[in-house]
């Protein structure tokens, strides 16, 4: 008994002792650093470079801004007719030439022909700050060719484009156009919760919405290529596939993306029963825009031996070749569906992100 | 609606088919029949939209079949038909319960299905989020109801799971050896991108002897690979503590307690949107003495705390009020003509059934209203702390009047976003009080108790960014029987908090990533008065009426005054 009373206090002396002698890293301060408005401060001046920007070519517009103190500033950049948001945010009495390159942060991005207005707001104080006039966008970025690869016309702008001529294909099985479905290029589409459907890159996104003819399959889009996509790395986990989606929170409407490699097995081309496809599944259960990005080596293969089940099984970007959007009933097979999107892009290193 | 029907029905037919074997079937039945009528008063110019009514019949019938000690399976069905819900319109019918429990080799206890579970407050611990300890009775009994719609028992979490527990006793060297295990589900996968999400617990307690006792614990949750095709976290925390404490009672006056509990965290989380393998390890102690001098029924003890900015444990972190951002009051959620939300008062943290408090994990530090939770707003677990803390508490053997207080003198660790002073906040945290019992002053049979309370809480921090916030709680309570099983009662709340405060947001890592700075300038009074007849064992009849005053200097379109007259018959068997 004696023997086990010692014993405990060991173990409980022990457990202290290493517990005590534990030590965290060391650090001054943990969060973002920030500093508040101190009593009296007030903004000596605020301006931009240009009230017009043209970001196409990629081009900068600047500001420049002056305070009374030190203090943690925030610089925000709305579109008013976009809602694209851009925010900076620093510590100091000031900034001199902070560049702005018509990229966005939240999901939507800025649109050509927009007014930008540009607001300081500071921490500790209600008090803020306008450039004297607002920031007309003439021209908007393309990111098309500085971030990624992108689906020739994918951002959907000319529906007269979206055509098997410029590689973009419709489904039609089995029947053209497939029955109880309606599909096409649209601005201002309103979704079955009746609210309107905004643009999330320019004016214009692609649908497909209905019943479909099928119980789970509705409709679908792909866009081929006569060759590979040009500079895509072999190592699969340094490319990323990237689509904007809107969603209206049903949990009936799904999409599968699908990512078809032409393999080294003699036939030229993408065929379904002996190439690769390597497959994303997402629920639109949720609400409004948003970027979903896969890393291409997530992707899990095609599990139909007729439609990309029937290849390599390794993931090749390098031999990417097509991609299709398929739109299927998850749960209900007798509701109608509806899918919006945008702006697929393929990117290297990591998701899409707005670059110059 | 099918599925549901044919669960109802697999059920029943389980339970009669048990009834026939069954030594014992018995039901339990909690009813309820609750009416309100509230008022308000803001800067409103439509009239018509300043009153309201609400209320509702509710029955629920727990349904329990044991056959042996081996197996006891119980079931709870709920009848609810809200007020003015005529012939069933409004009427709703549902599960609150389902659960298993027994012996297995009439050793281990076995707990299935909905389950309550707490553990110790650094690993599974739900917090109180307002002090109530001392409120009027006839707040309790509102708070009671809340608690009761929340699935909040005492300090545990309501889960989905298996409970086990088996104790073990010796006849030489140690006394008992406890073992425990639970584990479950806290999120259930959404088929593509969102994982099964786990936890799992346990703990080995040993009692030496009555000197000596050590447990170890362990808390964790994981994500469960595979579950999804696409996940896009895969996140683990695991906590692992001991407590202990050794007991020296060899004296008719003095008992002397020293103990503590001690741990780590390690949390870690891989995202698909990044490569980065993100990890985080930290640790706490809490150790204290406790002495009481036994013919007083006196009780003085001290303990000091070290809670690391990166402790992780959810389980013990989770907030049981919602996050602000999830709250919406039930009675005029818009006033000003629509224009406002009407900002959540005390009132609402004892009389608001729905949509006011939480019943799941959150793997992230929640957001929380600074107002009511400056200083430990995820409980004694909340990271980031150290200090010590001082408890006091008495009770007369007669009991008469017992008291109790503690105060807590704590800073943080590290300083939050202060990069040029790196000055830490100062908190302090008091809170109290005391029942007196003076019908056994004078004598007298039929109940006359007087209760109060009082929290006072500060957060304070000079350097750059200074902050300056605090607030008190007073709580009054009045308990009279004036005849046999009729109590008149009173009771009043005094609330006000003024200053500044920065609050902090977090992402899925639990880092800081922003601070937003608030302002207080308010002040709430509750003044309420009632009945309350008990006819019954387990039966009662209550009304009050409250008025309630929200006064906020900060924003004035947030002030405003509302009252309600509250009736409810309860019943419990």
């Known amino acids: 008994m004696k023997l086990l009373f010692r014993f405990s206090i060991a173990i409980t002396f022990l457990i202290i002792v290493t517990v005590f002698s534990c030590t965290r890293k060391s650090t001054e301060y943990v969060g973002p650093a920030y500093i508040s408005a101190p009593e009296g401060f007030a903004v000596m001046n605020f301006s931009s470079s240009s009230t017009t920007a043209d970001f196409n070519p990629a081009a900068a517009i600047t ?111 089995p029947t053209t156009p497939i029955a109880n479905v309606d599909q096409g290029v649209a601005s201002a589409a309103i979704d079955y919760t009746g609210h309107p459907v905004p643009s999330v890159e320019g004016l214009q996104y692609y649908y497909i919405k209905g019943l479909g003819a099928q119980p789970t399959f509705v409709s679908g889009m792909q866009y081929t290529r006569t060759s590979s996509f040009t500079g895509l790395p072999a190592d699969a986990s340094q490319v990323w596939v990237n689509i904007y989606l809107y969603g209206t929170g049903d949990p009936n409407a799904g999409v599968e993306l699908e990512y078809q490699e032409s393999d080294f097995d003699g036939a030229p081309g993408y065929q379904g029963t002996d190439d690769d496809a390597f497959v994303a599944r997402i629920t639109l259960n949720h609400k409004g825009w948003k970027l979903f990005s896969f890393k291409y080596s997530d992707l899990t293969p095609s599990l139909n031996a007729d439609f990309g089940g029937s290849g390599n099984k390794m993931h090749e970007p390098d031999r990417l070749r097509s991609w299709d959007i398929v739109v299927v009933k998850k749960t209900s097979p007798n509701s109608p569906i509806e899918v919006y999107f945008d702006y697929p892009i393929i990117t290297v290193g990591g998701p899409f992100k707005p670059c110059h | 609606m099918l599925n549901k029907v044919t669960l109802v029905l697999s059920i029943f037919s389980v339970l009669l088919v048990t009834e026939l074997s069954a030594q014992n079937v018995y039901f339990t039945g909690v009813g309820r029949a609750l009416v309100t009528n509230d008022r308000l008063s803001d800067n409103t110019t439509d ?179 595979g579950t999804v095709p696409n996940a896009q976290v895969d996140y683990k925390n695991m906590v692992y503590t001991t407590d202990f404490d050794f007991t020296l009672d060899n004296s008719d006056n003095f008992k002397f307690v020293l103990g503590g509990e001690v741990g780590a965290s390690h949390f870690e989380l891989k995202r698909a949107i990044d490569t980065a393998y993100n990890e985080f390890n930290d640790f706490f102690y809490d150790l204290g003495i406790k002495g009481t001098y036994k013919p007083w029924n006196l009780t003085l003890g001290g303990s000091y705390r070290d809670v690391g900015y990166n402790f992780n444990s959810p389980m013990a972190q989770s907030r049981r009020l919602a996050a602000p951002a999830d709250v919406i009051p039930s009675n005029f959620p818009l006033m000003n003509d629509g224009l406002t939300t009407r900002p959540i008062g005390i009132f609402e943290t004892y009389s608001q059934e729905r949509r006011l408090y939480n019943q799941a994990i959150s793997t992230t530090l929640m957001s929380y209203y600074v107002q009511y939770n400056m200083v430990e707003p995820y409980g004694k677990a909340t990271p980031n702390r150290k200090g010590y803390t001082f408890i006091a508490e008495v009770e007369t053997p007669n009991k008469v009047f017992n008291a109790n207080v503690e105060a807590n003198f704590l800073s943080e660790s590290v300083s939050e976003g202060d990069s040029v002073t790196f000055e830490k906040r100062k908190f302090t945290l008091i809170q109290g009080g005391f029942v007196f019992n003076l019908n056994k002053v004078l004598n007298f049979e039929k109940l006359i108790a007087i209760n109060g309370g009082l929290r006072t809480e500060s957060s304070k921090r000079g350097g750059t960014n200074t902050i300056d916030l605090s607030s008190s709680l007073i709580d009054v309570g009045l308990d009279i029987e004036v005849f046999k099983d009729l109590h008149v009662l009173g009771g009043a709340k005094i609330f006000n908090v003024q200053g500044n405060e920065v609050q902090a947001t977090r992402d899925q890592l639990n880092q800081i990533t922003a601070f937003n700075s608030q302002q207080f300038s308010q002040s709430q009074t509750i003044l309420a008065a009632g009945l309350r007849y008990d006819y019954g064992q387990g039966c009662y009849f209550s009304m009050h009426y409250h008025d309630v005053s929200f006064n906020d200097k900060q924003t004035d379109r947030n002030t405003y005054k509302m009252n309600q007259l509250f009736f409810v018959f309860g019943l419990k068997f």
């Open chain 1, 63 to 173: 500001f420049d801004a002056t305070f009374t103190s030190s203090v943690s500033w925030t610089l925000t950049l709305t579109g008013q007719t976009s809602g694209a948001v851009r925010i900076f945010k620093g510590i100091s009495n000031g900034f001199t030439g902070l560049q702005w390159w018509g990229d966005h942060d939240g999901v939507y991005f800025f649109r050509k022909d927009e007014n930008v207005t540009a607001t300081l707001s500071f921490f500790g104080t209600t008090m803020t700050g306008q450039t004297a006039t607002p920031i007309m966008i003439t021209e908007a970025p393309v990111y098309t060719l500085t971030c990624g690869k992108f689906s020739r016309y994918g951002d959907f702008e000319d529906a007269t484009k979206i055509i098997g001529a410029n590689n973009w294909f419709p489904f039609s099985n």
């Open chain 2, 47 to 225: 009239s018509s939209k300043l009153k309201g009514s609400g209320g509702y019949t509710l029955f629920d019938l727990g349904i329990n079949a044991k056959a042996t000690d081996v197996l006891r399976a119980g079931v709870i069905l709920r009848v609810r038909n809200e007020f003015g819900g005529f012939f069933s319109d409004g009427a709703s019918f549902e599960f609150r319960q389902l659960q298993m429990e027994g012996l297995i080799a009439k050793k281990v206890k076995y707990e299935i299905g909905d389950i309550y579970l707490k553990h110790t407050q650094y690993t599974l611990w739900n917090s109180e989020p307002i002090y109530n300890k001392y409120e009027s009775n006839l707040f309790s009994l509102r708070r009671d109801i809340v608690n009761y719609e929340n699935f909040f028992i005492g300090n545990a979490w309501r889960m989905q799971g298996v409970n086990l527990k088996t104790q073990l006793n010796f006849k030489n060297g140690i006394q008992s050896l406890g073992i425990r295990a639970y584990g479950g589900r806290t999120l259930r996968n959404n088929s593509t991108t969102i994982p099964d999400r786990y936890f799992y617990g346990g703990r080995l307690d040993l009692t030496q002897s009555k000197y000596f006792r050590i447990a170890g614990n362990l808390a964790g949750i994981s994500d469960i690979a």
